[in-house]
């Protein structure tokens, strides 16, 4: 998916994947949703969402709603957060955002 939002373009095709949440495997049911966490080649981060009717991606449409998807810029901060909502594996969210993250040594 190609967008441009802010006179800025963000493209799933040539942006690094860091991390991804859901299936949209099922496209016929109403609640499907994915997210997947991009960065640019210039550091930003972004959301591309996609879901069914029932989720907050549902496009409107005369006949009520159907599947959406979206692109959300995210700050540094709100990706690493995205990252912990979602229980991203560990070892992603150190390698991405190690410099934001408090190392807490085991006490014996």
């Known amino acids: 998916m190609r967008r441009v939002k802010n006179r800025t373009l963000y493209d799933t095709e040539t942006a690094e994947q860091i991390a991804k949440h859901g299936s949209a495997a099922d496209l016929s049911?109403?609640?499907?949703?994915?997210?997947?966490?991009?960065?640019?080649?210039?550091?930003?981060?972004?959301?591309?969402?996609?879901?069914?009717?029932?989720?907050?991606?549902?496009?409107?449409?005369?006949?009520g709603s159907t599947n959406g998807q979206e692109i959300r810029r995210l700050t540094q901060e709100q990706a690493l957060k995205w990252c912990e909502d979602q229980s991203i594996d560990g070892d992603i969210a150190v390698e991405e955002f190690g410099e934001l993250i408090t190392n807490v040594e085991p006490t014996d």
């Open 29 to 63: 049911d109403f609640h499907h949703l994915a997210e997947t966490l991009y960065k640019t080649a210039d550091g930003e981060y972004f959301i591309h969402g996609q879901g069914g009717a029932g989720t907050k991606y549902a496009t409107q449409t005369s006949n």
